[in-house]
């Protein structure tokens, strides 16, 4: 079973666009997204007449003044008045959530081909507007003062996942280790520093305590950027590269935390086997992941999650390699969200533009040899959004 097989219909990746990630601050919301829609339509070869629809991946949520920003894709060419343009909002999943739409959209038969986007703009906001921005998205702690932002939440999961399977401060540590190594060769990522083990495990001045037991190094910075994807149900006759998606899948997970194991990821564990049951693949059948760090305990109980290993024994995949660069499975090859940055309706997008390159033979320093099949993990919220998507080169 596939996508094709099941619908009767390829969707391809035929173009992208990428945003350098970081603090721009001579870009804006509308800069971003025109530059990157540009880009993407350019390496799929195709004219903006050609476009059916448009998806634009933000989250906003009070950061930015502009509340209304579907139709900003249309500032590229007026030949693009008219054309359907929606605004997909789900969190930091808001840009996985734009690329499913897009999906929906070419299996639905409404479109032929749709420019999918993702963009935010947050260095400009102060961090007690990018804090509550955030915590909008947490059942519990949305319109409450904090200190400590959805890092505080994080950090629970920690202690929790301490609490039942032992210490993970260096655990933590290897991967915002493995990560900032990942993202020196990436040349879109915000943090383009190799920070070594033994700096993102020592608590110091210049790595400090966040909230918990989670220091700087385990969170992702707050980024600008944006990522652009052109899906076709055909190939162009002059795209430069074509990736195939085989299989997505999202689920969604209750909003309390009082209805939820804070280290199960249970939406997660859903839309990971729909995608793969969809796709016709198992792990093994996969070469690389790009899943959602925002913080390091959420790439440590993704690889459980994923089935590499056992639940608390995470662990294992760091200190046998598996998922370090030339491993079974190499995991945020691209630096992740730890190294590459988090512009939070960027990031599905983004994610989705690093597997394509990778599957082919775009990626530059950080290309694996020959790739076939790749898997994008992106989630809103603390696992409440979870999408994932398994693409493969043709």
């Not at 004219?47 to 920003?69: I, T």
């Not at 932002?149 to 999961?157: I, M, P, Q, S």
């Not at 993704?302 to 639940?311: A, I, P």
Request: glycine share 12%.
């Amino acid at each position: 079973m596939s996508l094709h097989n099941r619908f009767g219909t390829d969707v391809l990746i035929t173009g992208w666009g990428h945003s350098q990630f970081g603090k721009l601050n001579d870009e804006t919301v509308e800069s971003l997204i025109v530059s990157v829609a540009r880009e993407a339509l350019d390496s799929a070869g195709i004219e903006p007449r050609q476009v059916d629809e448009v998806y634009l991946g933000q989250f906003n949520s009070g950061m930015h003044p502009l509340g209304f920003a579907s139709s900003l894709a249309l500032q590229l060419s007026d030949d693009l008045a008219g054309v359907p343009a929606t605004r997909v909002e789900n969190a930091c999943g808001s840009g996985s959530a734009a690329v499913h739409q897009g999906i929906r959209a070419l299996l639905a038969g409404t479109a032929r081909t749709v420019l999918v986007i993702g963009a935010e703009k947050m260095t400009h906001a102060g961090s007690d507007v990018v804090g509550a921005a955030l915590l909008g998205a947490d059942y519990e702690s949305a319109g409450k003062e904090s200190t400590t932002g959805f890092a505080g939440l994080f950090a629970r999961v920690a202690d929790a996942y301490a609490d039942r399977y032992g210490p993970v401060g260096d655990t933590l540590a290897h991967i915002a280790a493995k990560n900032h190594r990942n993202g020196v060769l990436n040349p879109y990522a915000q943090l383009r520093k190799d920070l070594g083990f033994d700096f993102c495990a020592t608590v110091s001045d210049r790595n400090p305590i966040v909230a918990g037991q989670l220091r700087r190094t385990d969170c992702s910075p707050i980024s600008d950027g944006a990522a652009a994807l052109v899906l076709t149900t055909a190939p162009t006759t002059s795209a430069h590269t074509r990736v195939r998606i085989t299989g997505f899948g999202q689920a969604n997970d209750f909003l309390p935390a009082s209805k939820r194991d804070p280290i199960e990821f249970a939406g997660s564990v859903t839309a990971w086997q729909r995608a793969l049951d969809m796709a016709g693949a198992g792990l093994d059948d996969l070469d690389f992941a790009e899943v959602h760090d925002c913080f390091t305990v959420a790439e440590l109980v993704m690889y459980e999650v994923m089935g590499l290993t056992e639940r608390g024994k995470g662990r294992q995949v760091l200190d046998d390699g598996t998922v370090l660069p030339g491993g079974r499975l190499p995991v945020n090859l691209s630096g992740g969200l730890k190294s590459k940055g988090h512009p939070v309706g960027a990031t599905g997008v983004s994610q989705h533009v690093l597997a394509a390159m990778q599957l082919s033979g775009t990626a530059g320093h950080m290309q694996l040899n020959s790739p076939r099949r790749g898997v994008v993990h992106n989630m809103g919220g603390l696992a409440i959004a979870n999408y994932v998507s398994v693409l493969e080169s043709l």
